[in-house]
């Protein structure tokens, strides 16, 4: 029987996948590496346990979302910009649950790289709003609200918190008209 050899991204995917499929209380050590087709100590050398698979799980969901917004934001200004990675942050969301999840799983403060990732994801946010004319510290304002907003939503979304027999795409449009008209009269001031 040949050796399998394996890399941090490969474990990473491994659990991406399966957290993605099965929801993340599915990922376990076990788990992953009954995927990878090896033994759960294999894994040690690649991550250095749950807590950490989970810590970068949370990591590739913040850079998967990070792309995802500046790709969205590329040709669209102003409202278009904030319907343009709002719906990007939703998508992401329904493609990846299990990735999302994981970021909320492992807390950020004092966690230089994964306080990084959240900046990244803000300061993306922040692009989109320059047709807004804001100062630095409105942008960053918008920014963090418009994060709350997105990462509310979906949180609800993905775990039902919608029980009522209206529509969610009627309510996500209602939400991103509000944020909207929020930001729309820090122009005129």
Partial sequence: MSRRTLDTDQVVAAAATLADSEGLDAVTLTRVANELGVRQPALYRHVAGFDALVRLLGLRGREILAERLAAAAVGVAGNDAV???????????????????????????????????????????????????????????????????????????????????????????????????????????
């Fill in 83 to 189: 319907r343009a990675v709002g719906g990007a942050w939703r998508e992401m969301v329904h493609e990846h649950p299990g990735l999302y999840a994981a970021t909320d799983r492992y807390p950020c403060a004092g966690d230089v790289e994964l306080e990084a990732a959240v900046d990244r994801v803000v300061a993306v946010l922040g692009r989109a709003l320059t047709a807004y004319d804001l100062t630095e510290d409105e942008e960053v304002h918008a920014a963090r609200t418009m994060r709350a907003a997105f990462h509310g939503f979906a949180h609800l979304e993905a775990g039902d918190g919608f029980p009522q027999p209206h529509d969610t795409d009627d309510t996500f449009d209602h939400m991103l008209d509000l944020l909207c008209s929020g930001i729309q009269p820090r122009v005129t001031r």
